[in-house]
T-cell receptor, first 111, second 114 residues
Framework: QKEVEQNSGPLSVPEGAIASLNCTYS??????FFWYRQYSGKSPELIMS????GDKEDGRFTAQLNKASQYVSLLIRDSQPSDSATYLC???????????FGTGTSLTVIP | ETGVTQTPRHLVMGMTNKKSLKCEQH?????MYWYKQSAKKPLELMFV???????ENNSVPSRFSPECPNSSHLFLHLHTLQPEDSALYLC???????FGYGYTFGSGTRLTVV
């Protein structure tokens, strides 16, 4: 059973702060890791992908991957109220085309 | 039209009805998926189609029947559903590759079984 674990939250941060979201996974063979953002009543939207150990930065978002420890995280710098959403971690299976999702972490950015 | 389009957006059906969900992708992707999203649970992978062939069926009850007539279209045929099948059904597409490129999701169909 492939498992992806996320703290369901809710996580609240003040506007302008750094939000840190964490995810652990059980399948050591996983090759691809993704973060999706899902606004209430909407479908998930891909915001970050990471494949190699280390950090990957895209604007205010930084994804961090540590395969040895089997965790992946997402940092959101200068958090904005528009970042308030549920963030889903997705991890690939061995085929690379099927992904297993966590339950998501609910983030609220307080103005 | 761009992206992944799902219809209908909302569906209410009785347990004896037969209905179908439709998904169309305009991205040139070669893999399509059905996921079920229930409250407080992870997204559940239901079916995977790669190059129009079903490659995954995650122990889904036979009251759900997928159909993929071509690489751009995906259907989910529903019959004799149960109230616990009420959920958000999401279609997604991707381009196959060794490491995966992530999904593009449709807007989903909110299904209520009464």
């Amino acid at each position: 059973q492939k498992e992806v674990e996320q703290n369901s939250g809710p996580l609240s941060v003040p506007e302008g702060a750094i939000a840190s979201l964490n995810c652990t996974y059980s399948d050591r063979g996983s090759q691809s890791f993704f973060w999706y953002r899902q606004y209430s009543g909407k479908s998930p939207e891909l915001i970050m992908s990471i494949y190699s150990n280390g950090d990957k930065e895209d604007g205010r978002f930084t994804a961090q991957l540590n395969k040895a420890s089997q965790y992946v995280s997402l940092l959101i710098r200068d958090s904005q109220p528009s970042d308030s959403a549920t963030y889903l971690c997705a991890v690939s299976g061995l085929t690379g085309n099927q992904f297993y999702f966590g339950t998501g972490t609910s983030l609220t950015v307080i103005p | 039209e761009t992206g992944v389009t799902q219809t209908p957006r909302h569906l209410v059906m009785g347990m004896t009805n037969k209905k179908s969900l439709k998904c169309e992708q305009h991205l040139g992707h070669n893999a399509m998926y059905w996921y079920k999203q229930s409250a407080k649970k992870p997204l559940e992978l239901m079916f995977v189609y790669s190059l129009e062939e079903r490659v995954e069926n995650n122990s889904v009850p036979s009251r759900f029947s997928p159909e993929c007539p071509n690489s751009s279209h995906l259907f989910l045929h529903l019959h004799t559903l149960q109230p616990e099948d009420s959920a958000l059904y999401l279609c997604a597409s991707s381009q196959e590759g060794r490491f995966g490129y992530g999904y593009t999701f449709g807007s989903g169909t909110r299904l209520t079984v009464v």
